[in-house]
């Protein structure tokens, strides 16, 4: 089992900067796929980039370009990299976590508000 912790959420202007983390304790990680998703109110939840354990990515066409997200398995750490905001991307973030054997995790999220 899993404990994910999210930061690094805040406010920030458009086209603005800002690096999320996802931490995880209680199993090892690095065979872990890993996905940032969001969630604006009254919006379905969305996925917006993964990373598996071998670092391959896959992004959201609304993010590509301008979100990266890594994986440093020593630190059990997954991060998102957010460059050029929009304020369309102001949503809870949230970090999920796949094991190897199909179980999922989900974090408590953080909050990221892009003002115009």
């Known amino acids: 089992q899993v404990h994910l912790v999210e930061s690094g959420g805040g406010l920030v202007q458009a086209g603005g900067s800002l690096r999320l983390s996802c931490a995880a304790s209680g199993s090892i990680f690095s065979s872990y796929s890993v996905g940032w998703y969001r969630q604006a109110p009254g919006k379905q939840r969305e996925l917006v980039a993964a990373i598996t354990s071998g670092g391959g990515t896959n992004y959201a066409d609304s993010v590509k370009g301008r979100f990266t997200i890594s994986r440093d398995n020593a630190k059990n750490t997954v991060y998102l990299q957010m460059n050029s905001l929009k304020p369309e991307d102001t949503a809870v973030y949230y970090c999920?976590?796949?094991?190897?054997?199909?179980?999922?995790?989900w974090g408590q999220g953080t909050q990221v508000t892009v003002s115009s």
């Open positions: 999920k976590a796949n094991s190897p054997l199909s179980a999922w995790y």
